[in-house]
């Protein structure tokens, strides 16, 4: 059981349902999607959320394994890991879901109004019978009973009479369940804290200042306004405006303080979410943004790009180190914010709209949700876990995912949402685990030998496509097309409503072509070929319009030229999809074993989880032993020394049976294909694996500054702590935080060193309280709950020295450091007994780049590996059965890569635990007839999928293994004889859209 239907909720699911685990998906709201999806983009990529969420909200719900319980609340936990009853109350929702169509007729009706919409943070009202939102996951009408005039007076009856289905039901009553389950995930989410709270600020007060949740609802172009950005309070006359000019974002509100009232952590979000809103504010028209911010805490991957990005092509004003004392309402509605700036003076500024940047807060009701499933909260309301079990309870059996652990943000919630599933899975399989049967699709319709009918789908994309593109003006031209029988326009075609719609056109309609025109194939097009699938076509019969990524958002500011385009781009792929072919893809036998590379903290625990579920594990270590970098470690973690824990780790994973572990190798190769890998090490042997994993981890930054390797007292952190435990005691220390980082050459945050200098800043002042400890720092990055190490180095008299990132690197003469101190104004010496440098973590780039050649992925500019997509598939490679966990993907903390291996582990046995899979159907295919066999097709494939096989009479023929064959079709172009075309990609399909592009009778001259 999945408690909690957000992003976290839904990944876990869908993880658990592909093992062939059936999943009861409990959300206590009557849809789900979470907060994820009230967003309007996501950083660092500025994705549309709705655009990336819906695909995996539909995949949900149309999952055979997972019963979706919407409008469900668990209520008693009873039994124990492997054998729980729960009892789930089954809230009365008035609207029965098989007969509700989603149409909203009866809302139409409805007479009771002013009602704060929850949904939208109460920023407009909505009916007493609702639906929660446009994407809603089931589309279904809901009657809240305590505002319902039948329901309260017995009068009205409208939505009754309204309701064509006979969907309405007032004898609706609750109901208990009781469900059988082997584990239990607890991804309940959290909630946004009360700005009111806050009341220097005015929320509440002045109409102009909005929480960024709120605000986050006013960009959005599914939100009250459809993406235009108004101030909320304004006069229509000569001194005051609708559009705003200038909006500052007020950060750290009720985080990182001890007021009464708000948190002492950090949130960890806030600001990246506050520069991802101020840059998609920018692209609204020109104005002015400033974020004020103690310290930019942008630890995350890409994240430090992406805050440059805001400030140098945006114009994004950073105000660094300034607090906010208190914000003031002009006669006009207008706001004064007064702050002090980082060299202390006082400044006054005016702004149109406030937005505040409110921290992460634990869910409602988690104290009463924590006694119901028997576990227990830290002291911040959380969910209580520890560093080396990130991902467990108190209670054996349940788990836990998601920011109910702490605050975090989308692609950590994912990555450990597939990490408490692979958790939550070994309950499951140690019991007698049948696997569910497979999904049954309708039989497929016979359209060989037919005339096209298709069936046109044109999307706005909430404000993506529609507020460049004229919609309604493509869907008329699109009817004026050849072999169309239906065109219809959609605000999410990805939403659930709309993948029914066309199921059902299929055959209602008798559509035998599917053609939508909405955003990119890269991450749609597997949903709509699901829907033909489910409306009994096939899937390949199905193709695509891009008319986002290559239209409107590369023409966002010429809309006439941009519709021009989109009819453009319409009639190119009805063209070919007039031409499309029924395909099958092949079935590929699975190996059920993995290959984990690197032996350290990650790969070790990965493969652990692997092997807990029943299958063979290979580690293979380059170093002579296993643990990794963590061998250098000297501190403690929860009480626990790493060394401790590194070595009973060791002794786990070389006393498991299905692990085989392989030290003083390397990887020579790895040929093969998702399911069918051969794993081939330095020692000459192989291994067939069905899934590989690389968490071959970082290296620490070798430092040339300062003197290091020459000067006695320079010295790294693990130095550093290495000397700390054999009773070292320095009087005058300084660390020098970001070396190796965060310069010209190396331009990410590594994560790790902030936390790692407050750490020995600590026991230094511990051990002699009288030690002068300075740290010298551009920002202090302890997000979340490390946020006390910084609090309590402060109030143990470690000094902080913050120098303008602008500065040059603080200076060493062997006996002092030279510093600009920011708010000073001024440089500072500070003499030094043991200077310690705060190394970033460096990407092994080599060692990465020989391993990605194999398998053919891709390594980022920052030379970490580059996965497949940063929010929603965080561990998975685009080459299909590889995968990523640890430092390898990104430097990050030990709590943090343990949840990460876990989390690949659950995707590694997504493709292991399966006796075989079906191959993509688009693919190359040989013409043996006209094959002379001169092997050019050979040498051009880089993923070896092309080979000669001899024939019979001696001659030599091209074939594809469709296991390898990645459809590129450079085998295709390099032929000179014409012997290889790609299916889905025919000579004859090409040809009609560029004759129609060019808008010539197709297969014309």
């Not at 006069?235 to 001890?258: F, L």
């Not at 498991?656 to 390397?666: A, D, F, N, R, Y």
């Not at 299909?880 to 640890?886: I, L």
Request: aromatic letters at 8%.
């Amino acid at each position: 059981m999945v408690i909690g239907g957000g992003i976290a909720g839904i990944q876990a699911s869908l993880d658990l349902a592909d093992r062939g685990i059936h999943v009861y998906l409990v959300e206590k709201d009557p849809t789900i999607g979470g907060v994820m999806c009230r967003l309007d983009k996501t950083f660092p990529t500025n994705d549309c959320s709705a655009c990336i969420l819906s695909p995996k909200m539909a995949d949900c719900n149309g999952h055979p394994n997972i019963d979706v319980l919407t409008y469900h609340e668990v209520l008693k936990v009873d039994g124990e890991a492997g054998d729980f009853k729960v009892t789930v109350l089954k809230k009365a929702r008035y609207v029965n879901p098989k007969e509700c169509t989603g149409c909203g007729d009866c809302i139409a009706k409805c007479p009771v109004k002013n009602i704060p919409d929850k949904y939208e943070f109460g920023l407009v009202n909505r009916k007493a019978i609702y639906i929660p939102h446009a994407q809603a996951v089931p589309r279904v009408a809901v009657i809240d009973k305590s505002v319902c005039m039948k329901l309260t007076k017995d009068k009205c009856g409208n939505c009754f009479k309204a309701c064509g289905k006979g969907a309405i039901h007032y004898d609706d009553k609750d109901e208990e369940i009781v469900l059988d389950v082997g584990s239990i995930i607890a991804a309940p989410g959290f909630k946004v804290w009360d700005a009111s709270i806050a009341t220097e600020y005015g929320y509440g007060r002045y109409k102009n200042v909005v929480t960024a949740i709120e605000y986050e609802r006013m960009m959005c172009a599914s939100g009250p306004d459809k993406g235009h950005i108004t101030i909320p309070y304004f006069k229509v006359d000569n001194n005051t405006k609708e559009h705003p000019t200038k909006i500052a974002y007020i950060q750290c509100c009720g985080s990182r303080s001890e007021k009464k009232g708000w948190k002492k952590y950090c949130s960890s979000v806030c600001c990246m979410y506050a520069t991802k809103q101020a840059m998609i504010t920018k692209e609204h028209g020109d104005l002015q943004e400033d974020i004020f911010f103690m310290d930019i805490r942008s630890y995350g991957k890409e994240f430090e790009a992406y805050i440059h990005r805001g400030e140098d092509e945006y114009g994004i004003r950073m105000h660094r180190g300034a607090r906010v004392s208190n914000v003031e309402e002009n006669p006009d509605k207008s706001l004064t914010i007064n702050y002090t700036d980082d060299q202390n003076n006082g400044v006054s500024e005016t702004f149109d709209i406030v937005v505040l940047s409110v921290g992460l807060a634990p869910p409602e009701g988690a104290e009463e949700f924590a006694k119901t499933l028997g576990i227990e909260l830290n002291n911040y309301g959380f969910c209580k876990t520890s560093v080396f079990k990130p991902l467990e309870t108190t209670r054996k059996g349940i788990f836990v995912t998601g920011a109910f652990a702490a605050p975090k943000d989308i692609p950590t919630s994912v990555a450990e949402a597939c990490g408490s599933s692979a958790k939550a899975g070994a309950w499951i399989v140690k019991k007698d685990f049948t696997p569910c049967a497979p999904k049954k699709y309708p039989v497929e319709k016979d359209v060989i030998g037919k005339e096209p009918r298709i069936g046109v789908w044109v999307c706005h994309c909430g404000i993506n496509i529609g507020s460049v593109v004229k919609v309604p003006e493509v869907v008329e031209y699109a009817k004026t097309l050849p072999n169309v029988v239906i065109a219809n326009e959609s605000q999410y075609a990805c939403a659930q409503d709309c993948l029914e719609s066309i199921s059902k056109a299929i055959v209602e309609q008798d559509l035998n072509r599917v053609v939508v025109a909405s955003c990119t194939p890269r991450t749609h097009e597997p949903l709509f070929r699901e829907a033909c699938r489910d409306g009994g076509l096939n899937k390949y019969l199905f193709n695509m319009a891009n008319i986002r990524d290559q239209c409107s958002w590369i023409h966002m500011h010429q809309p006439e030229d941009a519709t021009a385009k989109a009819k453009d781009l319409l009639r190119m792929a009805l063209a070919k999809a007039a031409l499309l072919e029924p395909l099958v893809g092949s079935e590929i036998p699975v190996t059920n074993a993995a290959a984990v590379i690197g032996g350290g903290i990650t790969g070790m625990n990965a493969a652990l989880d692997i092997a807990a579920q029943g299958y063979p594990v290979h580690i293979v270590e380059k170093e002579k032993e296993l643990g990794g970098f963590a061998r250098n470690f000297n501190f403690k973690e929860d009480g626990i020394c790493v060394k401790d824990y590194l070595a009973e780790l060791i002794a786990k994973v070389e006393k498991c049976p299905l692990i085989t572990v392989h030290t003083g190798v390397t990887v020579k190769d790895i040929p093969g294909f998702v399911g069918n890998f051969t794993l081939r090490l330095s020692d000459g042997k192989d291994y067939p694996v069905g899934g590989v994993l690389f968490a071959v981890g970082a290296k620490p930054y070798q430092p040339t500054e300062y003197n290091y390797g020459k000067d006695a007292k320079v010295m790294t952190q693990i130095d550093f702590e290495a000397k700390l435990k054999d009773g070292y005691n320095p009087q005058n220390v300084v660390f020098i935080q970001c070396v190796g980082s965060r310069n010209d050459s190396v331009h990410y945050c590594s994560r790790v060193c902030c936390a790692s200098s407050l750490r020995n800043a600590i026991k230094v002042k511990m051990a002699n309280p009288m030690a002068n400890v300075t740290i010298v720092h551009k920002d202090i990055r302890t997000y979340g709950f490390r946020e006390e190490l910084y609090q309590k180095a402060s109030c143990l008299g470690v000094k902080f020295l913050r120098y303008p990132v602008t500065n040059a690197m603080p200076e060493y003469d062997g006996k002092c450091v030279k510093a600009f101190d920011a708010t000073l104004g001024d440089y500072v010496e500070i003499p030094v007994d043991a200077l310690v440098l705060a190394t970033g973590i460096a990407p092994d780039r080599e060692n990465k780049e020989n391993l990605a050649k194999m398998v053919k992925v891709p390594i980022s500019k920052d030379g970490f590996y580059f996965e497949a997509h940063q929010k929603l598939r965080p561990v998975d490679f685009a080459t299909e059965g590889v995968y990523v966990a640890g430092a390898a993907h990104w430097p990050k903390f030990m709590d943090e890569c343990i949840a990460q291996a876990s989390g690949a582990a659950s995707r590694i046995l997504t493709v292991i635990s399966k006796d075989k899979l079906i191959s993509e159907g688009i693919v190359a295919g040989v013409n043996e007839s006209l094959c002379d066999g001169c092997g050019v097709c050979v040498g051009c494939c880089d993923y070896n999928a092309v080979s000669l096989v001899k024939q019979a009479d001696g001659s030599f023929k091209s074939q594809v293994n469709p296991g390898l064959c990645k459809g590129c079709g450079c085998c295709v172009a390099s032929c000179p004889s014409g012997a290889l075309e790609q299916k889905g990609f025919r000579t004859k399909q090409i040809i009609a859209e560029i004759d129609a592009c060019l808008d010539y009778p197709v297969g014309g001259e």
